[in-house]
Structure formats: structure tokens, C-alpha cells
């Protein structure tokens, strides 16, 4: 019998590979399924244990990757670990000798699970999964490179990475070519980007790794009245972008906390409590170190651009979470395009890891990307079929009307359009910190009410936080100064001048007073300063939440609503169905939305829980 021209031989067929990456340990544990160089799943571990940034070995996000993949962790062909643990061990070390005895607790109370579990990566991944194939390493900067490069819509670009830091590495550069990547230069700990932000981060009485999207969105309401205090006592600024700290302000290198007495002597008394009122002098520090940290940005990039040659850029790390400076690098960098990892944390050092031994160490041919990511909207995690979701909702007894494909997107922007605060929980879940529609809170952007009643009665968060606009991609340039698309809510753009309202003269008011003024036509999603960070919706990539946008300004005449993440303060965005009904239970959301059923908190069963829980989030 002969064999057909088109049916490749069984015995002739390439193997498939599937590659497991996993970040933990540190902070934003994740795992990514890698089959052949396609993105099969990615999530954070935060999702599934509920605990906030959770660093423990990612066990339950690797199950659903999995699960998600149809295989058990037998079939794995690596598992690839996105950090080389004796590298980060050797500088925790060095930096302790270096303070000793200072930080003597911190680094015994650190031992044990560097000792137990930090250093012996292959044992505990065979001890949590079963596996027992080769582990790879990657550095956590060549995974940053990586996570930045191969998913992005480019042929070749160049590459910057910037952190707090990694093994040794707080930045680096270089080129991406095809399946190649060369890194050409790092910036070293302790001189670091990413650990001055966190420490003023931590002065203004926020969390660190946590609160710093709290402290860009504090600066708007400051003046830079510091940032030469900054660059002339805490940061020697290179022209290269490079930096060198003042070591003598800070306390990180011996774990304690983040800055010292000196440093507070610079901004006039002690770092605030958390929980204290925010005051003119956080305002005011908040705009300056924002405004040191854009300058620090645009030189790296422009050094870059020097250097490499490259036309397009590529970033990823924590600090291209910043997407006011990522904004300015697009509208005044030298570049003609960037593109910034969704998951630019450390948990897309999971997906890069897999993608770097994909293309790096087995040496596959990375196809033309062609002007489009492959990062699939970054929708990557687990999502509950409608059959699944009434099942829950029977079992439990909660009142739910099923709509209709016709009539679904209707029902929901009227919703909105009337005022209501919908919780929308539909399809994959998000890879990365942002929702992008699939595990947001959607409301009504021409309403001056929406960002207070969000933020202090369903949020349970700070007032001055600004909510993100999500916009129809073909319109976001009638609403905002922005001539190409923002999928992953990664850059700021100000709103078009046309649509701004004037502002009163006095500096001096108070932030709720400031709050209360609508800047724009839209004000719900229109921060102090005109400037808004948005995503663009297009058919293709989040069809369901595109046809909702599209309903409201068949309803409205705007294209444009408010999209913030489905959660609450202090804990993770949701993954189930049963995270989004409490959820929805525990805030004054009015509306759920959970694929084609709606419900109406009116109709609900009272809820068991009292107020304590409230009160916990809200110290967290």
C-alpha cells in the first residue's frame, strides 16, 4: 500500500514538546504550558489560593496548565525554573556580609526555606507534581528578555528589562532576532530602578510590590518639588540611563525595610502609617520620584535606541508596569513602536523561561509574527462553561435569568447605561495584573459618581485611585491622544483636548474637593492630569466584551466604559464562579454577569457573612 504525499509517517513526525515554566519564591508565582511554542495556559498562583501576590510554589496554577493541556506531569518534556536560585543566593549572602551584623534576624529567618526549598528547585517540583524529568534554568532577566521578545508582534526589536532585580541584574538590554536573543549589558544590585520606586513606595505607607500602581496614580496630585532633591542626594543619573544609588539613605541591603532616618530627613519626617491620611507632602513625593523614574526611563531607552539600532522596543520586568513613563517612552522615544508584556512581573518570567527553552536551548524557528502577538489577548487562564456555571447557581439556590446570545450584550450595556455596576465574569481568565474584560467591574464612564462609588463602596480602596477606560480599538483615537492600539492596558494617553472640562486654578484644594470636579466628557476614567490608561477592544481578541462596548454606544453614543478588576482590596481578581459570587455578595455591586447568566443583587439570598471580613480588607 502506498503512502499518501500528505500524511506524514508516523515513525517520520516530530515529537511534540511540552515545556512547563514556573516563577515562585519570591513574589507572583505563576506557571505557563508551552506545547511546540504555542502559549497553551498561564496564571498566577494567587488566583487559585486566593492569597494576594502569593510567592509559594505555583502547585494549583501548574494542576490547571495541566488540566488546560489535557496531560499529566509525565508528559512533560522540561520544566524550566525562571531564576537560578544559587545566583540569587550568592548576592543575598554578599549583601548580608557586607551590612553585617545588621540584619541578622532577616536572614535567619530566611534560612530555613532557602535551605529547605530555594536552593533544591528539581526536588520539591518532583515532591509537588510528580515529575521527575530534566529542570532548566533560565536568569530572571533572560526570562524577562524572552517573555518581551518571542510573543511580541516584531521580527526584531530591541529588548529592555527593568526591575527591582534578579540573580544580580536590576536591568538589561539587547537585540531580538528571530529565535535569538542577545543580551548586551546589565545594570547591577543594588543599583536599582525598581528598589528606589519600591522604597518610596514604602515611605508613602504603601505595600511594596503592591502598592506601587498606588503611588503612580498618587502623583498627578503632587508637584515634583523633590525630584532634585532625588537626583542630586539619593540617585547619581548616568546619561545612559544608568544609576547609582545613595546607599547611605536606604536599609534593603540587610532585609530590615526600605529606607532609614536619613532618607526621611530628606522629605521632612518619618514615612507615613498606612492607613494615616495622605497629605500634600505624599503628593508632592509621589509626583517626584513618578518624574525621576519617566527621566531614568527615557534615557535607558534612548541609550538603547543608540545602541541597537533598533526601530521597535521591547520591555518587560516590573518596572514596565509603569505605563505613564511607558506612554512618554512612545510619545517621545526614539522608537517607532513598542510592545510591553502583559505579565511583566515576575510572573511572566513563567512564560519566558518556557519560551527561551523553547527557542534558545532547543533551537526552534520562531514563525513570522507577521505585526501580530501571540499572547492571544493574554487571555490564558481557566474559564467555566455556561452548563457549569447554572449548575453552581442551582445548587446553591441563586436567582439567575438566562439570556439569550441576541439579546446578552443588550441587557448588559443597559445595565450600564442605566447606572448599574456590573460584575462581568466571561471566558478565559486574564494572564497578568490587569482585567481586560473577562474578569472586570464595568460601569458607566459619563457618570461623575462612578469612580467614588467603585473605588470606596465596592473596591473598598482609596478615592484618588482612577479607574481604566476600555474603548471600542477603531474609536480610541476619537477619546484619546493615541494613534495605535493598547490591548493590555499598558500606556497612558491623555484625553483629547475637546473633550476636557476646565479646572479651578487652586493647587491647594483638597483631594476629595479635586475628586468631585469632572475633568472630560468622560470623567470616570479621566485621572487630575487629563490622562487616562486605557484598552482598546477589538473584535477579535475579546469578541463578547467588544459586543457589549459596542451596545452601550448604540445606547449611549459612547464608546467607552469603565473597566476596573473583578476583586476586591487586598485580594486577588477572581477565577470562579464562586469567587465572583461572593464578590458580588460582599460589595454593592448591583449586577453579575457570568456568561449568559445575569443576576440582580435584589433577588439574591441575604448573605451569611457580617462586616468582619470588610473590615479586615481594608487593614490589609
Known amino acids: 500500500m ?62 490547571y496548565c495541566l488540566a488546560e493541556g489535557g496531560i499529566s506531569s509525565d508528559k512533560l518534556d522540561y520544566a524550566v525554573f525562571y531564576d537560578k536560585p544559587f545566583l540569587t543566593f550568592e548576592r543575598l549572602l554578599m549583601s548580608y556580609l557586607t551590612v553585617a551584623p545588621k540584619g541578622l534576624r532577616s536572614w535567619l529567618e530566611a534560612m530555613p526555606l532557602w535551605l529547605g526549598r530555594k536552593l533544591h528547585i528539581p526536588r520539591v517540583i518532583k515532591e509537588e507534581i510528580g515529575y521527575n524529568g530534566e529542570v532548566l534554568y533560565t536568569e530572571h532577566h533572560e526570562a524577562h528578555a524572552a517573555s518581551a521578545f518571542y510573543p511580541s508582534p516584531f521580527k526584531q526589536a530591541a529588548i529592555l528589562t527593568v526591575d527591582g532585580v534578579g540573580e544580580w541584574a536590576t536591568a538589561s538590554y539587547g537585540i531580538g532576532k528571530g529565535r535569538d536573543i542577545e543580551l548586551l549589558r546589565e545594570l547591577h544590585f543594588p ?34 518639588r523633590y525630584k532634585d532633591v532625588i537626583l542630586s542626594e539619593l540617585v547619581d543619573l548616568k546619561e545612559d540611563g544608568s544609576i547609582r544609588l545613595n546607599l547611605s539613605y536606604f536599609d534593603f541591603l540587610g532585609g530590615l525595610r526600605m529606607t532609614n532616618r536619613r532618607f526621611a530627613g530628606l522629605f521632612g519626617g518619618p514615612p507615613r502609617k498606612p492607613e494615616s491620611p495622605i497629605t500634600k507632602r505624599e503628593m508632592d513625593i509621589a509626583a517626584s520620584i513618578q ?8 534615557k535607558m531607552a534612548r541609550w538603547v535606541f543608540r545602541e541597537t539600532g533598533m ?63 501571540s499572547q492571544k489577548g ?11 456555571i447554572k449548575q453552581f447557581l442551582d445548587d446553591h439556590g441563586y436567582v439567575y435569568h438566562e439570556l439569550q446570545n441576541g439579546e446578552r450584550e443588550g441587557r448588559i450595556a443597559e445595565q450600564i447605561a442605566s447606572g448599574k455596576i456590573v460584575g462581568y465574569f466571561a471566558g478565559r481568565m486574564e494572564f497578568g495584573p490587569r482585567a481586560l474584560g473577562a474578569r472586570s467591574i464595568l460601569g458607566d464612564p459619563r457618570s461623575p459618581e462612578t469612580q467614588s462609588v467603585v473605588n470606596l463602596k465596592i473596591k473598598y480602596r482609596e478615592s484618588f485611585r482612577p479607574f481604566a477606560p476600555s474603548v471600542l480599538e477603531e474609536k480610541a483615537s476619537e477619546y484619546f491622544d493615541i494613534d495605535r492600539p493598547s490591548p493590555y492596558m499598558l500606556l497612558v494617553a491623555k484625553v483629547r483636548d475637546e473633550r476636557r472640562l476646565p479646572q479651578p486654578a487652586d493647587r491647594n ?36 466584551f467588544y459586543k457589549v462596548i459596542e451596545n452601550f454606544e448604540q445606547l449611549t453614543g459612547c464608546a467607552v466604559v469603565v473597566n476596573t478588576s473583578f476583586n476586591v482590596r487586598g485580594e486577588p481578581i477572581v477565577c470562579t464562579p464562586e469567587d465572583a459570587y461572593r464578590c458580588f455578595m460582599r460589595t454593592e455591586m448591583d449586577v453579575l454577569v457570568m456568561e449568559n447568566c445575569i443576576l440582580f443583587k435584589s433577588e439574591q439570598p441575604d448573605w451569611p457573612e457580617g462586616e468582619e471580613w470588610r473590615n479586615e480588607l481594608i487593614l490589609d
Not at 510590590?209 to 503632587?222: C, F, I, R, T
Open 291 to 298: 518624574a525621576v523614574t519617566e527621566e531614568i526611563i527615557l
Open 378 to 388: 493574554s487571555y490564558l487562564g481557566p474559564e467555566f462553561p455556561n452548563k457549569q
Open 191 to 224: 543599583d536599582s530602578l525598581g528598589l528606589l520606586y519600591s522604597a518610596f513606595t514604602y515611605f508613602t505607607g504603601f505595600r511594596v510590590n503592591s502598592g506601587e500602581y498606588k503611588l503612580m496614580g498618587l502623583a498627578p496630585y503632587g508637584e515634583p
Open 509 to 544: 484644594m483638597e483631594m476629595l474637593e479635586r475628586l468631585r470636579i469632572p475633568r472630560s466628557d468622560i470623567p470616570a476614567v479621566t485621572h487630575l492630569d487629563y490622562s487616562a490608561r486605557l484598552q482598546t477592544v477589538n473584535r477579535k481578541n475579546k469578541p463578547d
Open 2 to 63: 502506498q503512502t499518501s504525499p500528505f500524511v506524514i509517517p508516523l515513525m517520520l513526525r516530530e515529537k511534540v514538546r511540552n515545556i512547563l515554566g514556573i516563577s515562585c519564591f519570591y513574589h507572583d508565582s505563576a506557571a505557563c504550558l508551552l506545547r511546540d511554542g504555542d502559549i497553551v495556559a498561564a496564571a498566577q498562583e494567587e488566583r487559585f489560593s486566593r492569597k494576594k501576590h502569593d510567592p509559594r510554589f505555583p502547585k494549583n496554577a501548574i494542576r
Open 311 to 373: 526601530k521597535k522596543l521591547c520591555l518587560a520586568g516590573g518596572v514596565a508596569l509603569n505605563c505613564v513613563a511607558n506612554g512618554r517612552i512612545l510619545r517621545e522615544g526614539p522608537f517607532d513602536d513598542i510592545w510591553i508584556q502583559p505579565a511583566s512581573g515576575d510572573a511572566g518570567g513563567a512564560l519566558g523561561a518556557a519560551l527561551s527553552v523553547w527557542h534558545r536551548y532547543l533551537e526552534k524557528e520562531r514563525p513570522d509574527p507577521n505585526g501580530h502577538d
